[in-house]
């Protein structure tokens, strides 16, 4: 057949299909529609905001508010499509400011249900009404001059009946409006939310000043109790919010709300920023849950990348991965001592410039000296030491290490109490009782010692009088040699001895007697990640876990009260972090008003 008289394959669609095609991009479900009616209730300036849901918003979703309304020559232009008052050339998408700006929002609401608005400026004598239905308007009529705008939307997907099918229960499709009323609360503290189903109030927010008193509102008491403040910034960025106390960490994932701009988003950066900030504080099996705001410049984000702007692209992706990452760990470095000590718990803000000068901590040992005797006497394998003589000027073996690295701390209350079958140590520290383990616990200790001396690159070595050699395969021993120089980076001198063994000369100093097979073993297990590991710190952390792990205080050794207390001191100069860095537990703890509940002291005159 002649290709002249072929019929035409391409044409240009209907305007009725192209909205549904544009509301199926934006309309995904009820609580889509209530998420694109308070972004522009906000943009509008509403303080006051009302959300009433029917059925779960199938029925009716009616969005009112008290901004600034809309006048009557705009009220039908503001169904067209790419209709918008929030941009005005393509200059302005580089700087949007605004929660909402393609345009599309109420033309796709309105072409896949019912549509009532009425609504009025403050200056007008009289009020708008437009009624649609799936997109064909009628005429506007008076309504009463009540500033703002109400906005009704019914029978939502009336004529898309596919689509209206796979939705879910009413039940779970009210659950995603409720999301979305508590996302636009979170980042609105200063706005009115109240949210009714079937008649029936569900969420009231009051406006309050502060973002902390928002997520009391939202997440109660018990949430915020669990929690410590994040607080950073850094050329143009700054990072504000609450995040879990690891000791609280669970395995569910609730919440992980993050708010940039105030535009609620997922972002990947972040979450692997937040993951790597926690690091070896997290217990295995758990995860963060957190509220973080971030701030940055508009020209420095793109909002403009996903339909419903659930995404965003930062122009610096890698500054912000830092902030989030060393504000994590600023969060993480003190706070846990501050509670439990009962210190003022207002945390300075945090100002990330270099990684070595603020991954440094000003909280640890006053004083490394050791005397020779107590030092001789536990590398001989003592188990006690005199009770007598300054507990707090010494610093045990196990525990030891150049004096350089320590600065002026204050100084705990430790009661040391005793020890539970040589491997739990109990004591009073600050206003709680502890039950430490004294293995994870030490090891916490050497680990954040060794980290600290890395991010310095300063790990020194103490030689071993006798090398000790390590017969391994082939393969093993061409891996353990391959890396040698890295090793010695962290501490460790081995060398070749003979054909298929290895043999350890030097250890980081304060590791004591180390378990060479073991820790051989281990490392070997550490190195074949290294390839696969996408930054050196992710290759470096578990080396240096191995190392704090086989140089810590075993359990089943008996332990003097001194040896507690000073164990006990490190731990808690260290930030009392609740896990060692393989994510074990350090301790247990009960605070007075827990002890208070145990024995019924509650209410007690």
Known sequence: MPAASCSAKIHVLPDDVVSRIAAGEVIERPAAVVKELLEN?????????????????????????????????????????????????DRDLASVTTMGFRGEALPSIASVSHVLVATAARQDGVGSQLALVAGAGGPIVDA??????????????????????????????????????????????????????????????????????????????????RTIEVRGRMGGLSIRGVMVDPVHARSSKMPQELFVNRRPIRNATVFHAVMEGYGSFLPKGSHPTFVLFLDIEPDRLDVNVHPTKKE??????????????????????????????????????????????????????????????????????????????????????????????????????????GQILRTYLVAQVGEELQVVDQHTAHERVLFQRLWRGWQGREIPSQPLLIPEPIELSAAQCMLLLKRCDD???????????????????????????????GLVQDLLDDLTEWDSASSLELRVQPVLASLACHGAVRAGRALALPEIQQLIYDWVQEGLIMTCPHGRRTAFRLSTDELAKLFGRVGWT
């Open 41 to 89: 209730s906000l943009d509008a300036g509403g303080l006051h905001i009302t959300v009433d849901v029917k059925d779960g918003g199938l029925a009716l979703i009616r969005v009112t508010d008290d901004g600034e309304g809309i006048s009557r020559a705009d009220l039908p232009r503001a169904f067209e499509r790419h209709a918008t008052s929030k941009l005005r050339s």
């Open 144 to 225: 009463p001059p009540v500033p703002g705008t109400r906005i009704e939307v019914s029978n939502l997907f009336f004529n898309q009946p596919a689509r209206k099918k796979f939705l879910k229960s009413t039940t779970t499709e009210f659950s995603h409006i409720s999301h979305v009323v508590q996302l636009a609360g979170l980042a609105w503290p200063s706005v009115h939310f109240r949210l009714t189903h079937n008649g029936q109030e569900i969420l009231n927010y009051p406006a309050v000043t502060a973002d902390r008193d928002r997520i009391l509102q939202v997440f109660r008491q018990a949430f915020l109790d």
């Open 312 to 417: 965003v692209r930062f122009a610096e992706t890698e500054s912000l991965h830092q902030l989030v990452r060393q504000s994590v760990r600023h969060a993480l470095g003190g706070s846990e001592r501050k509670v439990v000590l009962g210190l003022s718990q207002a945390a300075p803000e945090f100002v990330p410039t270099d990684e070595r000068q603020t991954s440094s901590r000003p909280d640890s040992h006053p004083d490394a000296s050791l005397s020779a005797r107590r030092q001789d006497s536990l590398a001989n394998g003592s188990d006690r030491v005199s009770l007598s003589g300054n507990v707090e000027g010494a610093q045990l073996a196990f525990a030891h290490e150049a004096a350089s690295v320590y600065r002026q701390a204050e100084k705990p209350e430790i009661v040391p109490l």
């Open 487 to 517: 090793l010695e980076k962290l501490g460790l001198l081995i060398e070749p001895f003979g054909a298929t063994a290895i043999a350890i000369r030097g250890v980081p100093v304060g590791l004591g007697k180390v378990d060479a097979a």
